[in-house]
C-alpha cells in the first residue's frame, strides 16, 4: 500500500526538515509513500481530501486546527509531532518563542490541535509521558543525523585547537553562565594554542574576550552547509537541568558526532539519555569546575579526544542514518491503521 501522505506546518522551521521531510523524501524516493509538504497556509482542501495520512508538525495556529479538523471530517487518519514542551514553559525557560506558547488562545489552540490527533510522534519519551492523554497512541521516532558523511571527516592536525559551539539565541544565557569563567581561564593558561567559536549568537558576557562569532542561520540546508565548514576539534554542549530542557532531543549530539567531533555535554538529560561518559562523549556536571575540567581533559589528551569523536561517528552511524529512521518511519506509519 502505497500511502500518500502530507505533511504542514506553519513554518519550514529546522524541526520539520530534520525529523519528517527528509525521512519522508527518501521513503518517497524509494517509491514507497507519495509524500507532499506544505506551509499550512499553502494547503488546500484538495491536498487534505486526496491524502492518507496528515502530519501537522508542532501546530499551533488556527489555521492549523483547521486542516486538522478538516481531515478528521473526512476520515483521515492525523499524526502530531512535538518536539518541545510547548505547554510548560514557566518563569525559569528562556525560549525565544515563549511569549508566543504562553499565550492562553495558542495553548488553546494546540490542546485543541492534540486532541483531535490520532497519534503523537516525538523524540523523547517525556513528552509522551507528559502528554499521553491527549492521544489514542504515542511513538517514539529517531531523528536523522543529516550532517553524515559516508566517511567520517578526517583532521588535520593543526593548530590552534578550536572549540565550536552552535545554537540559537536560547543558549547564550546558559552559555555565558557555564562557560565564561572556563573559557577566560583556558585562553589565560593555553594562550594561543585555543580559540573559540560560537556559530548562533553573539556574545554579552564574553564580547570582550577574542572570541568569533557567526550569525544564526534558519535555513537548514544552509544550516548543514555551514556546520560542515567549520574545523572544530572540540564541541560543546551545555544543557540546564529543568524538566523543560530534558524534554528536547539530542541534536547537538547528532550534529557533532556526525561530522566526528568529540563533544564535552552537560550531565542532564537527554543528554545522559545517549552519551556513555568516556565513550561516545564527555559528561560533566553545570559547575566551572566541571566544565574546566573536561575541557582541559580533551584539549591535552588528543589521542583520546580523537577515539570519542570516532565512537560517536559509529554510533550514530550504526543508529541514525538518515535511511535506518525512514524504514523505522515507514513501519510507523502503518501502524497509523491499526485498531485500537
Request: charged share 25%; with cysteine; aromatic share 12%.
Amino acid at each position: 500500500m502505497r500511502l500518500k501522505i502530507v505533511g504542514f506546518c506553519y513554518h519550514k522551521i529546522p524541526s520539520a526538515v530534520l525529523a519528517i521531510i527528509k525521512p519522508m523524501e527518501v521513503l518517497q524516493k524509494e517509491q514507497l509513500v507519495d509524500f507532499l509538504y506544505a506551509n499550512s497556509m499553502e494547503v488546500t482542501h484538495e491536498v487534505i481530501d486526496t491524502a492518507d495520512v496528515i502530519i501537522c508538525i508542532r501546530g499551533a495556529e488556527p489555521i492549523d486546527l483547521q486542516w486538522v479538523q478538516r481531515a478528521k471530517e473526512k476520515g483521515k487518519k492525523v499524526v502530531y509531532y512535538l518536539d518541545d514542551d510547548v505547554l510548560n514553559l514557566n518563569a525559569y525557560v528562556y525560549t525565544y518563542n515563549k511569549s508566543y506558547f504562553q499565550r492562553e488562545d495558542i495553548k488553546k489552540n494546540v490542546k485543541n490541535i492534540m486532541r483531535s490527533c490520532d497519534i503523537l510522534w516525538t523524540s523523547n519519551q517525556r513528552i509522551i509521558n507528559k502528554y499521553k492523554a491527549y492521544f489514542n497512541r504515542a511513538y517514539v521516532m529517531k531523528a536523522p543525523a543529516l550532517l553524515l558523511t559516508p566517511q567520517k571527516v578526517e583532521k588535520e592536525p593543526i593548530k590552534p585547537i578550536t572549540i565550536g559551539f552552535a545554537g540559537g539565541i536560547d543558549h547564550r544565557e546558559f552559555y555565558e553562565r557555564m562557560l565564561c569563567q572556563p573559557i577566560q581561564q583556558l585562553l589565560s593558561h593555553y594562550s594561543n594554542q585555543v580559540k573559540f567559536e560560537i556559530f548562533g549568537f553573539q556574545t554579552y558576557l564574553l564580547y570582550h574576550l577574542p572570541i568569533t562569532t557567526y550569525p544564526y542561520i534558519e535555513d537548514y540546508e544552509d544550516y548543514m552547509l555551514k556546520m560542515k565548514s567549520f574545523h572544530w576539534d572540540i564541541a560543546v554542549a551545555p544543557l540546564p537541568d529543568t524538566p523543560f530542557h530534558a524534554c528536547k532531543h539530542f541534536n547537538k549530539y547528532l550534529e557533532y558526532g556526525a561530522l566526528n567531533i568529540p563533544g564535552i555535554y552537560s550531565n542532564v538529560p537527554p543528554y545522559n539519555d545517549v552519551i556513555e561518559d568516556g565513550v561516545n562523549g564527555l559528561l560533566v556536571d553545570n559547575t566551572e569546575k566541571d566544565w574546566l575540567s573536561g575541557l582541559r581533559r580533551l584539549i591535552d589528551n588528543k589521542g583520546e579526544c580523537g577515539e570519542i569523536g570516532e565512537k560517536a561517528y559509529n554510533h550514530i552511524k550504526a543508529q541514525y542514518h538518515v535511511s535506518l529512521v525512514a524504514k523505522d518511519m515507514y513501519r510507523k506509519l502503518h501502524l497509523v491503521f491499526r485498531q485500537e
